[in-house]
């Protein structure tokens, strides 16, 4: 049975999910979303013009069998506690926010025990995602399997405990954009030598595919792998690379952890 799908919040993440699904065909005939911004709901509408939109009404979206908590983590406890008297009782809800846990949404819903806590990324646009995930207790192991097949037409869906979701949202979701924007500044200097950007682009995406199943999966260790290209354009730079990531992600890693 098709399940009627339910957004509490209108922005990136609902965009991400529903193109995916739409991408793969597995969207669903009835996808309510709400918005307390009227500009974000007729962004949404404009792309997905089937969906149902209610502005500053969460009541409908939270009466779905599969309901999202797409609002920025400050927020998510709170639209929880205000919508959770018109949740089904064979509801399923999924918290996308890092650093909320599966104890704190139980309490904000007053015992409901059906929740996932799933860490999406931006690729699953085009159902190349990877999103790890987390039951909380009294899921069925084919209620599991329902889920996990539901959600992998976005891409893969680990089941993973509860204390890794946080690395993964360093990891994963917030990853890309520690490479895109180098990947758009080789893309300029590419065309700026003399290529065609479609042929920068194909260059560029079998390169960086090609370099991480290399370091990952050709059984060779780290040094062997960095010695395979004897020129390093960027070496005296990356002691500095390194420090940036280590701090930056450090403390973002234990501000979630809190």
């Known amino acids: 049975m098709e399940k009627t799908l339910g957004f509490i919040g209108g922005g990136r993440l609902t965009g991400i999910f529903l193109g995916g699904l739409r991408k793969a065909g597995a969207l669903s005939q009835k996808i309510m979303v709400s918005d307390v911004r009227e500009e974000a709901l007729e962004r949404i509408k404009s792309s997905f013009p089937g969906i ?48 909320i846990r599966i104890s704190q949404i139980l309490e904000a819903l007053s015992g409901f025990k059906r929740i996932v806590r799933v860490i999406p990324n931006a690729p699953s646009l085009i159902c190349q995602g990877f999103n790890p995930l987390t039951f909380s207790e009294g899921f069925s192991g084919e209620e599991k399997n329902e889920i996990k097949s539901w959600l992998s037409v976005l891409g893969e869906c680990p089941e993973v405990p509860e204390d890794h979701l946080e690395a993964y949202a360093i990891l994963t979701a917030m990853g890309p954009t520690y490479f895109w924007f180098q990947m758009e500044e080789l893309s300029k200097l590419g065309q700026s030598f003399g290529l065609k950007k479609e042929e920068v682009e194909r260059g560029l995406l079998k390169m960086i595919e090609g370099s991480a199943r290399l370091l990952f999966q050709s059984g060779l260790d780290r040094e062997e792998v960095l010695d395979l290209i004897p020129a390093k354009p960027l070496k005296d730079s990356e002691e500095t690379i390194r420090g940036i990531l280590e701090s930056t992600l450090t403390a973002l890693f234990q501000k979630m952890k809190k």
């Open 52 to 99: 149902h939109a209610y502005l500053k009404d969460n009541s409908k979206p939270f009466s779905a069998d599969y309901v999202f908590l797409a609002v920025p983590p400050p927020l998510v406890l709170q639209v929880t506690r205000e919508g959770k008297e018109n949740l089904k009782e064979t509801a399923v809800v999924f918290s996308p926010a890092p650093g």
